[in-house]
């Protein structure tokens, strides 16, 4: 049984499913964790979570994980929600963020105009994602973990937005840290699995940066084999 991790997708279901059909071909059984980041910035954000729920109906082990982009639709969508009569009120302060990052091509693949049409089902699953991963060798998260704390696990908010950390290893029991993101180019990918000294593994190739230099492309890792393939991105 294989286990794949896929880094941040943004909207991009051609390339996920080139990735998927094409390089990766996965056996019923094998596992596969996403990192979040499923919307925003590409055309298809509503194809990419069917194709993913698609991915579940068909057998595979599938553990998908809430990015920071999952994290400002739904803080945006609640606030909308709770707020319907606010003419005597601020604007949504999270609905600006949204629409600022991405949140724009993300309606317009729903096809709806506001962001409280979004059917609630989406909503949903993305609200009640997991944070992190757990397996044997290796913690998967969306961004990191705050080892400034005595527990990693205590800031969630860090889990999805931290940018900068170093690993200290006892306090992942010895786990190598899986993560998205940060957009890396591809070089620094191949180092990361290359070497046993890296205690992470950054696996964000800026798939929807096409125009930057190493990037541009959809990564996805085989843990057991430390196997590396990446489908450019065709959307």
Sequence with gaps: MSVWVIGDIHGCVLTLQALIEKLIMPSPGDTICFVGDYIDRGPSSKQVIDYIHQLSSQGYAIHALQGNHEEMLVNAYNWEKNHPKRWFRKGNPFLDLWLDNGGKDTLRSFDVEHIVDIPINYISWMEHLPLYHSLSNYLIVHAGFNFNRPSIFEDTNAM????????????????????????????????????????FLAIDNGCVYKGRNGMGGLAAVELKQMKLLIQPNID
């Design 160 to 199: 999805k937005w931290i940018r900068y950390f170093d690993v200290d290893l006892r306090k992942t029991d010895g786990k190598r840290v899986v993560h998205g993101h940060v957009p890396v180019p591809l070089e620094v990918i191949h180092e990361c699995i290359s070497s046993d000294r890296h205690a």
